[in-house]
């Protein structure tokens, strides 16, 4: 019985413009599982089109997953909006999508965005253009995944791209969030030395895996019990802040 | 306060037809070049005080960095409007946020135009 899990918490999937074709249900699944990564959390850019097919998908797999978008703020702020079941993704998808700014993507530049079943098997494209700021402050954005039972998560805050820190200079105090998430390019301990503010604040490594190599490439070691924890993803981003502190960052 | 000779942030709102949305009264300050940026982590490495910052930001954050920056004040471009919150900041610390349609490349070269440096 394993004391730890290890937790990828930011995947994309074949939806992702920027994310390899092949990164398809069974294939990142079996990924995950074969490199011994428990948990994932599977999100797109501005979208959650693909999340029911990797909730049903999952099923198959020794791996925990959970779903949701990678929400780009109007400040073009990063962050992931994590949940537990199909429904409410699919609601903050939504909520989402009626504040981009309704213009097409153009695959031949940006890539494809290719939606799936639980098979890996294609089933439509998504013609608008994801990659993109939306109109939602990081505010809005982290108060409507709450409202929908999400964890919220700024990704890759160290990232001078969509990165929260370099973006808006210091994390904003109106910004309601549990754990914020460090990129692989950096380790916890390098990001507390540059930001001194980070010190008390959970923080997370995760993959932002786009291709099936990167996946488990930067993980986050989650105590056993809450890896198998059966909670609502908000009430399982409080313990996994609580399970991070107790476990000194 | 700004000698005689010197460009104040009321005269270049006036010259830009910028409009003041935010400490108003904080106006008469002279103004001692420039910068422009979206990265506000860019503003606080690199700011120096009475600057004049363009961007398109326009979170509450913003205030903070021109307060820590000491600049002169936030011209923000491309009509891109601060909330309420960020505006009653803005007066809290007395750091003026001016607004105006231009975007921030012909901003920048009206600026350079009258001198600023």
């Known amino acids: 019985m394993a004391v730890c899990v290890a937790a990828d918490l930011h995947v994309h999937s074949a939806l992702s413009p920027c994310a390899g074709d092949d990164m398809r249900p069974p294939a990142v699944l079996l990924t995950a599982e074969r490199r011994g990564v428990g948990i994932i959390g599977v999100v797109d850019h501005n979208s959650a089109g693909n999340a029911g097919a990797f909730l049903e998908a999952a099923r198959a797999f020794a791996v925990r997953v959970f779903v949701g978008l990678e929400v780009e703020s109007a400040e073009g702020v990063h962050i992931l909006a994590l949940f537990d079941n199909a429904e409410a993704a699919a609601d903050m998808d939504a909520a989402v999508a009626a504040h981009l700014p309704g213009w097409r993507n153009q695959p031949d530049v940006l890539g494809n965005q290719i939606l799936v079943d639980a098979f890996g098997n294609e089933i439509g494209c998504d013609d608008r253009l994801l990659l993109t700021a939306t109109s939602l402050t990081v505010e809005q954005v982290a108060a409507m995944t709450r409202e929908r039972g999400g964890m919220p998560i700024p990704a890759h805050i160290d990232r001078e791209l969509a990165g929260l820190l370099p973006v808006l200079g210091f994390v904003p105090p109106g910004v309601s969030v549990e754990v914020l998430e460090v990129s692989r390019h950096m380790s916890v301990r390098e990001a507390r030395a540059r930001w001194p503010e980070l010190e008390e604040l959970p923080l997370i490594v995760s993959s932002d895996a786009h291709c099936l190599d990167d996946i488990g490439t930067a993980v986050t070691w989650v105590s056993a019990p809450l890896a198998a924890a059966e909670i609502p993803a908000l009430e399982w981003g409080r313990c996994l802040a609580a399970n991070l502190l107790g476990a000194g960052g | ?117």
């Open chain 2, 1 to 117: 306060m700004a000698q005689s000779n010197e460009l104040t942030l009321a005269e270049v709102a006036q010259r830009l037809d910028a409009r003041a949305v935010a400490a108003a009264d904080r106006l008469y300050v002279a103004v001692a070049g420039g910068l422009v940026s979206d990265l506000l982590s860019y503003v606080m490495a690199n700011g120096r005080p009475g600057q004049v910052w363009i961007t398109i930001q326009t979170h509450p954050n913003i205030v903070a960095v021109a307060t820590l920056a000491r600049l002169a004040g936030v011209l923000i471009a491309s009509g891109f409007q601060p909330n309420q919150t960020t505006i009653a900041r803005a007066d809290e610390e007395g750091i003026p946020i001016l607004v105006s349609p231009d975007p921030a490349f012909v901003l920048a070269g009206k600026l350079w135009e009258m001198g600023v440096r």
